[in-house]
T-cell receptor
Framework: DAGVIQSPRHEVTEMGQEVTLRCKPI?????LFWYRQTMMRGLELLIY????????DSGMPEDRFSAKMPNASFSTLKIQPSEPRDSAVYFC??????????????FGPGTRLTVL | AQSVAQPEDQVNVAEGNPLTVKCTYS??????LFWYVQYPNRGLQFLLK??????LVKGSYGFEAEFNKSQTSFHLKKPSALVSDSALYFC????????FGAGTRLAVHP
């Protein structure tokens, strides 16, 4: 299995530009999570989906951030317009969620975003 | 609300010595506890988890963790540290989502 795939691995953009981060979860996993990691704030959960439906987006910082999961094998996190304070590493993770089973969450390699 | 605490920002250990990275939790009901490791410029990697059963859980890379219900702890341990174990370690508890601690940086010195 290829694991969770994220693209791009690195993104450098200028303030005000739109940024789109992409994630392909592990095949068969039905839960997907977007995290942001910074030195100051640590690891923050932004949003997660079950069966392509957003369940909890309370971690999304503001309206400039949006996430979609159009199908079971693809999700995007979009920032529009981007700001320097959005600079961080963004991780995607996936998990198989079924009934009461507690399965492991697996992380992608992350996208390092720099907004100038 | 579920939460975990990692009381140490950094742990320093000499190579070959045993290591412990501490984690305490607060949950209602049965805890589902996890440890992850993050190497520089990498994503988080799963190490081990406790769901039920034996209090001593064995995981990857020779790590183990001891679940202690009376002390509400889930400390990560390894009998003999390696320099290559130097990384950032996260404890987590599962609610509907994973709730992570702030992380502990482990530095193993030769």
């Amino acid at each position: 299995d290829a694991g969770v795939i994220q693209s791009p691995r690195h993104e450098v953009t200028e303030m005000g530009q739109e940024v789109t981060l992409r994630c392909k979860p592990i095949s068969g996993h039905n839960s997907l999570f977007w995290y942001r990691q910074t030195m100051m704030r640590g690891l923050e959960l932004l949003i997660y989906f079950n069966n392509n439906v957003p369940i909890d987006d309370s971690g999304m910082p503001e309206d400039r951030f949006s996430a979609k999961m159009p199908n079971a094998s693809f999700s995007t996190l979009k920032i529009q317009p981007s700001e320097p304070r959005d600079s961080a590493v963004y991780f995607c993770a996936s998990r198989q969620t079924s009934g009461g089973r507690t399965d492991t969450q697996y992380f992608g390699p992350g996208t390092r975003l720099t907004v100038l | 609300a579920q939460s975990v605490a990692q009381p140490e920002d950094q742990v320093n250990v000499a190579e070959g010595n045993p290591l412990t990275v501490k984690c305490t939790y607060s949950v209602s009901g049965n805890p589902y506890l996890f440890w992850y490791v993050q190497y520089p410029n990498r994503g988080l990697q799963f190490l081990l988890k406790y769901i039920t059963g034996d209090n001593l859980v064995k995981g990857s890379y020779g790590f183990e963790a001891e679940f202690n219900k009376s002390q509400t702890s889930f400390h990560l341990k390894k009998p003999s540290a390696l320099v290559s174990d130097s990384a950032l370690y996260f404890c987590a508890v599962r609610d509907s989502k994973l709730i992570f601690g702030a992380g502990t940086r482990l530095a193993v010195h030769p």
